[in-house]
């Protein structure tokens, strides 16, 4: 039984380590953001109009801001109006 806690207590170590270093490596890149194709054909989509722009705004300071370890912002709109420079009934 004793074996067994220690081959436990090995197994927890390692799990630790890997996520130290997952965490890590998930903050070397904090600053970098990726756009997929379909992110893409959605940017040139919301240029075709004035509305469009106005919501490119917004989706660009998503995904500027967006939480790398769980993909969520958390921001309510009175504070997401003041950084785009609109009302918030906009």
Same mark, same amino acid.
């Given at each position: 039984m004793f074996i067994d806690s220690e081959k436990r207590l090995k197994q927890l170590s390692d799990e630790a380590k890997k996520n130290t270093e997952d965490l $890590? $490596?998930?903050k070397?890149?904090?600053?970098?953001?990726?756009v997929s194709p379909k992110g893409w054909e959605r940017v040139r $989509?919301?240029?075709k109009d004035s509305q469009g722009i106005s919501a490119l705004k917004l989706y660009s300071f998503l995904a500027e801001h967006?939480?790398?370890?769980c993909g969520a912002v958390v921001a309510?709109?009175?504070f997401l109006a003041e950084k785009l420079g609109v009302s918030r009934s906009t």
């Amino acid at each position: 039984m004793f074996i067994d806690s220690e081959k436990r207590l090995k197994q927890l170590s390692d799990e630790a380590k890997k996520n130290t270093e997952d965490l $890590e $490596e998930a903050k070397k890149n904090s600053r970098f953001t990726q756009v997929s194709p379909k992110g893409w054909e959605r940017v040139r $989509e919301l240029l075709k109009d004035s509305q469009g722009i106005s919501a490119l705004k917004l989706y660009s300071f998503l995904a500027e801001h967006i939480d790398p370890t769980c993909g969520a912002v958390v921001a309510d709109q009175q504070f997401l109006a003041e950084k785009l420079g609109v009302s918030r009934s906009t």
